[in-house]
Structure formats: C-alpha cells, structure tokens
C-alpha cells in the first residue's frame, strides 16, 4: 500500500490503483435540478455510498471543477471543510471510518460534458469525463450503481441508465425518478433530457424506447422500422454468440442532433447521432449497411465493454475490437445483400492504412499513466487495424476455439473488469500457437509489413514462387498472417492460401503450376500489409468477376502509389478513370470515386486539376448515366459535385439545386441539396440570391437549420470573414458543436481556399491542447485532419514540421496525432515535387 498519493490532475493510474484496492460496494444516488434556461446553473446533490477497506491515507474524489462549485459536504453525518485542489475533493483520514461510509456533497454541476442546447442536453462522459459533472470515483474499474433523480422543465422528457419509477409535476417543472441502474463503471453513465419524441416497440418480447428530435416524416416512415428491427437482430445475434441473454434491466435508445460519434453504448440508454440512424428514400447501400453496423457495434459492446469492462483505459481498444469484429458478423446476418468479406475490406484496411503508414502510428495497445490523457487512444488503429488482427487470430485459432474462448472470457469477468492479458491467456489455453509471440507483433508493436516477390519460371511452369516481407520501417520483424495469391490465366484463376512465418516463405502449392499472366495478392483481402501490383494486372482488373478481389487491387494500388511504387498519381487516376463506367458493385464503386476525389485534390497541381476538370467532368456524367443501379449514379454524380471545376459543371449543378431535379435516376434528399448548395457557395457561384440562405429556408428542421447557418461564415465569399469565423473557433464555447466545427473547417481549408486559409495552420496547432483538455475524444485529431488534409504545399509541410521542431517535449501521443493528420500533406509536397520533376 503506498505511504501517500500525490494530489495531481486528473486520475493517475497510482491513485486509481489504491482506490481499486480500498474501495467497494459503491453506490451514488445523484439529483440535479436542470433549468429551462442554457445560461442558468444546474444544482445538484448527491450521496456516495461505498465500503472501505482500511483508512489509511485522505480519500480523492475527482471534481474537474473550480471550487466554488462544491457548496457543501458531508462525511458519515459530519459536515467539514471543503479541500478541493488540482481536479479532486480530499477528504481527510480523521472523517472516514473502516466499513460503510456516505460523504453527502452539494454542488453546481459542471457544464463541459452536460452538452447543453437551447431544448435537450445530454451527457458524454468517456473516458474521464464523469468528473466533470459531478464529484465522482471516475474509473473504469470502480463499477457502481447510479440512482438519479431529475428535475427538468415540465415538457421535457428524460431518459437514464436505470428504468423509470415515476414522475412528478410541479408547476413549470417535472421531476423524474429513475431506480438504481445496473453496476455500470462511470463512463457509462448517461442521461438526456428534452424536447423529445418518443416511440416504443416490443420485438421478440422485449420493449425497447426510442427518443428523437427527427421531423422529417419520410425519414420517419422509411427508418423506424428498420431501427428497432436491427437492434432485434443484434440483440439474437449476441445472445446466441455469447451464451449469455442480455445482462441488463432495460434496452433504450435515443437519437441526437450532431453528436459527437456516431454512437455511445450507455446501458439501458444508447446514444446515436440522429442522421446516422433516419435515412431517406435516396439512402445508398452504404448508408444502410454502416447504419446497421453502427447499431449492431453499439448493440455488441452490451457484452464486451458494458458486462466486462477494462480495467484500464490502455485496453480500451478490447472494447472496441470486438464491437467492431461482432458488428461486422451481425451486418452479415442481418441486412440483405451485404458482402461480409468486402464489407470488412472496405470498412476498415483504408482506415487502418491511414494511420499506419503515417510516422505517428502507434500500437493497438499503448501504455497510459493517467486518464486525462486517455482520449489520445482512441483512433483508426483501435477501430478498424484491431478487427482486421482479430480476424487473423480467429482464423489463427479456429472460428470455433475462438468464440468458446470469448464466451468463457465474458462467463469468467462477467459484472466485473479485465485486461488483455488475461483474454490472451484463456486463448492460448484453446490453440497450440504461441499467441504471445503473435501479440507482441500485432498489439503491442506499431507498423506493417511491406511484401515483395520472386517468381522463377521454367519451361512455362512455376519453378518457385518466394515472398518476402520486411517493416514498413526498414525492420526485420515479422508479421505472421495468412492471406491468399491468386494465379491469373486467360482462361481461368487459381487461388492459393499463404501462411506466412519467415521472413521469407516459399508457396510450396505454386511450384508446377502453369505460368500466370500475372499474380494477384492478398485477393480474399484478409492480408495486412503494403502487397505488390503487378502492372500487368491492369488491363484486365475492371473484368475480374470478384469484388473483392477488385477491392483489395484497388487498396494495394493506392497504398503502392502513396510509397511511391510501380505507379504515380497521374497514372493511378487515368486507369480508374477507365473504370468508372465499368465498376458496377456499389462499395466498389464508392471506393473507387473517394480515391479519385483524394488523388485530384490530393496530388494534382492546382494546374493540373484546371486542366483535366472539364474531361474528367464529362466523364463522370456519362459514366453516371451509363451505370444502372440508382445508388451507383448517386455515387458518381457526388464525386461530379466534388471536382466540379469548370463553368459549365458549376452551371448544372446550379440547375440541379435551383430547381430541385436531380439528373434522371438519381434520387437527391434535402441533405444533398444542402450539400450541393455549400458546393456552389466554396466555388463562389454567382446567383442573384444568397444560395445559402435560400438553402436554410428551404430546411425545416430546426437543428439542421442551425447547423448551416454556424457554417455559412466558413464558406463567406469574403476572406475577412473567413478570418473572423476561424478566430471564433479560438473561443472554447464556439466549438461546443464539434461536427459543425469539423464540417466548416473542412470548407475552410478546401485546396479551393487553401492561399487564403494556409495563414490557420500555425494557429491551429497552437490550438491543440486545449482543444485536448476541452474537446471530446475524437475532436483533436479531427480537427487536425480537417485542417491539413488537403493542404500540399511546402510551406504548409514547412508550418508543421518547425512547430514539432519548436516543440521537442510536446505530448507525445498529440505529436502523433498531428504526424498522423499531416501525413498526406507530407506525402503530397514529395509527390507533386516528383511530378513536376519528371
């Protein structure tokens, strides 16, 4: 036991320990009184009930607060004198007893996480943001139940973890009464309140309750149905897999306006951000299908992350690893038409790639030594390199040893906290591989490796076919995987699977086999890794029968492109121009156009974009009306929208909004009017009437209204105002809406503003931290990536690289977020110089 815990802000990973060791059976009982009024306080009081161990050292409660927000406390009936310094209330040692305590606190509750609007609120409290509201024992691994009491104006409604006894009129007010929630860690829980909807359905016997702010009655009538029914699914899929019926008293929903993330796994109460979940009848297959993988992701993590919680934020990535592995398994079974296996590819080998090919990447699993900074965590390797590594090790172990593994893990922790460790253990129990071997490459380490290949021929025969992989970094590590090659003739293809141990590994099954035309890799898209393209494959790649085939040559020509392998920038964009027509699977499609937006904006000159727009142009429009599917010609006309440079592109989408037809077979919602409205404002189309404020006319809903009209600054015509939007931003409670900030930002620093906007970076980056201390946890790295994202000239490389250099003890994990988000920016300025070289 230690002698003493430094009083320090936020919660180091030594005071989480003793309190872990002290501390149990603890319970809080919470009321808060929420005024109709934003500007007004919301007060409140509370009971922390919790069993001591021994009384050896004063007790910190965390409270990110200033002091004057604790009003009163109370310990075991003594009232004593308020000691709040550096984030946390001490209560000293002489107050506390060996046993049961109550220490009884009144106070003002903090605002930075109430997420407060002029007609709901509601709370986002991961990772440590518990703390911020109330005083609090915020770790993970103090699991307790929450009793909650709200007071809220009399025509609001309110939803909690826990389920509702009853409430109570007064007047102008409504108190709601909630009973003691199941036993929940902090960050979990969760209340809103508002002007809400509420709609409830009772699927397989169980009731489910949905709040929302939609008006839309399209979006209502084609979306309702499929909500409620793809929780259903999700919750049989869990069961099923799991073993384990659903472990808490109740399972509500609610949709916001702009949340922060797409979803939030509260118990009994799951956040959505709103347009997520309402879809339109011009809705894509994508939309559907990451609509029913965000449900089923939030749906999962009732089991892993809610049932067994980490015991520390530096396994955070276990929750979402498997929110994601078993969200990618119920879209499966659960949507019509959905491609597991290309799903999986599309979905996370990008995003994956994006951060791993960057000098900031970092390991699935990073140490912590206090959670103040544990939102750095999270990012693409946690959400989308970690399901692609759990995919290996299923496949490693057997789908069969893999998921009795995960159901002895939950059996075995089930209402109580673990760690990756010990998972690893009852893994390795199930397969004679030497998992710890494999976790050390693929958790703890960063990177990925690149491959090459030697093919020997002889006599029109495969004498031998050798890969070899080395880091991506130079190393000589080694990534154990499978994958698959596939041996491509003119008659036919020949797929083999590898199981690569060695630095080198000969594919035995090659040897005898005819000579190919030319080898495929990685075409089951399961491999990890930067795979050869052999340019041979190119003349015939819009013509192979497998989607996922195509995907995966795809991914592996873009990432070769940006380590500048076998093919450049120009050359990559002319041969999927070709394609454009020719690719007809949706997903492809789409993955198809972003690369084409990102390499035109990317990597081309700004003359050189002038100058291939109107061809490019026309040959997105005909390629528009070629395809068939109507998801298809929407995909292709939003990329039309995006490169719309010349004139006359500008002049038919003009017409397109203005008289609200879309080009035949294309069916365009109010959110793409809106879209195509801020398009034409960034080109500073000239019309007779502000296009954008006609746009808001147009809108009916009143949260989408105020979105658009915080952004219209950011796409002003006029630079002063520009200046004066993003000098707004330096102002904490003007970044309160963080998708808007993030959405406007995007505007602000499009190539088509870039000589004006450039001026930001270097403020931007003096941001940072604070945006850290005050933002949630995906902001800092958002906002970096739309601020230099499409940046690629040498003095916006330059502004990067001499604030990193000015800044040689900056935070480490913000360092990497930044040479994350920079990374294109750093990739471009070689690129372009290489292009104009040559």
Known sequence: MADSIPVETGVSEELAAYRKEVISSLAYDIRLDIPEEKAQPVLGAEVISFNLKENTLPLQIDFKEKSDHLQQVTVNGKQIEIDHRNEHLVIPQQYLQEGQNQVEIQFIAGDLSLNRNEEF?????????????????????????????????????????????????????????????????????????????????????????????????????????????????????????????????????????????????????????????????????????????????????????????????????????????????????ALENSNYDLKFLIDHFPAAYSVERTAGANPIRQPLSNLQDAGSLYGNIIYHKAPVVMRQLERLMGEEAFKEGLQEYLKTYANNNATWPQLIEILDARTPEDLQAWNQVWVNEPGRPIFSYDLKTENGKIKQLALKQQGEDGSDRLWPQFFEVTLVYPDGQKELTVNINEKEELVEAAAGEPAPDFILFNTSGQGYGVFPVD???????????????????????????????????????????????????????????????????????????????????????????????????????????????????????????????????????????????????????????????????RVQNPDRKQRLRFMMPALSADVQERDAFFASLKAEENREKESWVNASLAYLHHPLRAQTSEKYLKESLDLLEEIQLTGDIFFPYSWLQATFGSYQSPSAASTVRTFLDAHPDYNPKLRAKILQAADDLFRAEKLVKTQKGS
């Open 535 to 697: 340019e041979q494959m190119l003349p015939s790649l819009f013509s192979l029968e497998d989607p996922v085939v195509r995907a995966s040559a795809y991914i592996n020509l873009y990432e070769n492109m940006l380590n500048s392998r076998a093919i450049e920038p120009g050359q990559l964009l002319n041969f999927y121009r070709k394609g454009l027509e020719k690719e007809t699977e949706e997903l492809n499609l789409r993955l198809l156009t972003s690369q084409v937006e990102n390499i035109f904006w990317k990597f081309l000159t700004p003359e050189e974009r002038t100058q291939l727009a109107p061809t490019l142009e026309q040959e997105l429009w005909s390629a528009m009306q070629q395809q068939e599917a109507a998801n298809s010609k929407k995909l292709l006309f939003k990329a039309y929208q995006s490169v719309a440079l010349s004139k006359e592109a500008q002049d038919k989408l003009y017409q397109v909004w203005e008289k609200q037809e879309a080009p035949a077979g294309v069916k365009l919602t109010e959110d793409d009017y809106t879209s195509l409205a801020l398009a034409l404002a960034l080109r500073d189309y000239e019309t007779e009437e502000n296009i954008l404020e006609e746009q808001i006319a």
């Open 121 to 333: 609120l509601y709370t986002l409290l991961v990772p440590d943001r518990a703390r911020t509201v109330f005083p609090v024992f915020d770790q993970p691994n103090l699991k307790a139940s929450f009793k909650l009491s709200l007071t809220v104006p009399k025509d609001w409604k309110a939803l909690a973890n826990g389920p509702l006894l009853d409430s109570l009129v007064t007047e102008d007010k409504k108190t709601y009464r909630f009973a003691a929630s199941d036993t929940i860690s902090t960050y979990l829980f969760s209340f809103a309140a508002g002007k809400f909807d509420h709609v409830s359905r009772v699927i397989d016997g169980r009731t489910m309750h949905f709040y929302h702010r939609e008006t839309d009655e399209s979006k209502l009538a084609l979306s309702m149905d499929p909500i409620f029914q793809i929780h259903a699914d999700a919750l049989a899929f869990m069961e099923d897999y799991t073993q384990i019926p659903y472990p808490f008293q109740k399972f509500d929903f609610i949709a916001i306006p702009d949340f922060q993330y797409g979803g939030m796994e509260h118990v009994g109460a799951i956040d959505y951000k709103a347009s997520s979940l309402f879809l339109d009848e011009g809705a894509t297959q994508t939309q559907k299908i990451s609509r029913s993988n965000l449900i089923a992701h939030e749906t999962a993590h009732m089991w892993f992350g809610d049932l067994v919680t980490m015991q520390w934020f530096n396994d955070v990535w276990m929750k979402e690893v498997f929110a994601n592995f078993m969200a990618d398994k119920i879209t499966q079974v």
